[in-house]
């Protein structure tokens, strides 16, 4: 009798293990996947979670490096969330049933991840502001400069057409200068700053990389030229402005078109990050001669104007 009830003890639990097992690693609701650790990336994944903590149960959502997801892990989830370029590319190109929501991408890469897999359920925070943020910064950091300059090789002209038609629309001149490489660099910046202008750096990595920003940023300043950049990096590095989004800022976006996306919603469009922020280096505005109110105001003065009247 005892015998028995022993084995039958034995008969449970062999049966409620795996389903126990099997309850722990469901597979996820909405799946991060990254580019790498650490960083931007650790901080987007933490505002998603942080955002997503009172609508989701934190054990439904699942981070995963873009090396270590295996395709039954691509089954089954509401929404897969990339971030990073590199994540994008991989799994676009695996190309999972469930809706994709890229971040931490710039637009150009946006735009090349449509050709790989069109008609894929897909859209993007991408990194790049918007082009009209980019022209009220210097409208209203700088009023009384009213010449642009731009450097830009075939990977951002469409970008650079459009802001030089905005400079031209507020009546300011321009200066542009298209590049195939580094090395056309520095004769293109003694051009477009033959004359003192506000030099707008555009996330192209063909012009602004590692190797050419001190450069840049050098040659601009003997030129008496503010460089406004995309990245604190550059305020730090020496540009006088930076506009740009948290990786905070842009996980907590994202999690709101998650949630859309869990309560029945589609994906919103492709958009460029809602909130912003602005850098300023105060040596370079005091080596220029520059008087700069501060950066919680000028974004302010922004954001109102971006809500309307």
């Known amino acids: 009798m005892r015998l028995g009830l022993r084995a039958a003890l034995c008969l449970?639990?062999?049966?409620l293990v795996p389903a126990w097992a099997g309850a722990s690693s469901a597979t996820p609701s909405v799946l991060i996947v990254t580019s790498a650790e650490g960083g931007a990336y650790d901080e987007t994944v933490a505002a998603i979670r942080a955002a997503l903590a009172g609508a989701l149960d934190p054990n439904r959502i699942?981070?995963?490096?873009?090396?270590s997801v295996p395709d039954?892990?691509?089954a089954a989830p509401r929404i897969v969330v990339t971030v990073g370029a590199q994540a994008a590319?991989?799994?676009?190109?695996?190309?999972?049933?469930?809706?994709?929501?890229?971040?931490?991408?710039?637009?150009?890469?946006?735009?090349?991840?449509?050709t790989i897999r069109p008609g894929m359920r897909a859209s993007a925070i991408y990194l790049d502001q918007p082009v009209a943020r980019q022209l009220a910064l210097i409208a209203e950091a700088l009023p009384q400069w009213q010449r642009l300059a731009l450097i830009f090789s075939s990977r951002s002209d469409e970008l650079?057409?459009?802001?030089?038609?905005?400079?031209?629309?507020r009546q300011w001149r321009t200066s542009t200068e298209q590049v195939t490489s580094d090395r056309d660099l520095y004769p293109a910046l003694q051009r477009v700053l033959a004359e003192p202008a506000v030099l707008l750096a555009l996330p192209d990595s063909t012009v602004y990389n590692s190797y050419t920003i001190q450069n840049v940023l050098l040659t601009a300043y003997r030129h008496h030229s503010p460089v406004v950049g995309f990245s604190p990096a550059y305020v730090r590095a020496g540009a006088l402005l930076a506009l740009y989004s948290t990786p905070t800022q842009i996980g907590e976006q994202a999690a709101?078109?998650?949630?859309?996306?869990?309560?029945?919603?589609?994906?919103?469009?492709?958009?460029?990050?809602l909130r912003f922020e602005i850098g300023i280096n105060q040596n370079v505005a005091r080596?220029?001669?520059?008087?700069?109110?501060p950066a919680e105001q000028i974004a302010a003065r922004i954001a109102r104007r971006e809500q309307g009247p």
Do not use: K, N
Not at 259 to 266: F, I, N, P, T
């Open 12 to 15: 449970l639990i062999a049966l």
């Open 62 to 67: 699942a981070a995963r490096d873009w090396r």
């Open 72 to 74: 039954d892990m691509l």
């Open 89 to 114: 590319q991989s799994i676009t190109e695996r190309g999972p049933r469930a809706p994709v929501l890229h971040t931490l991408v710039p637009r150009e890469t946006w735009q090349r991840l449509g």
């Open 160 to 169: 650079a057409a459009q802001l030089a038609a905005g400079a031209r629309t």
């Open 256 to 273: 709101d078109a998650v949630r859309a996306v869990l309560e029945g919603g589609a994906l919103p469009p492709p958009q460029p990050p």
């Open 287 to 293: 080596s220029l001669g520059v008087a700069l109110d």
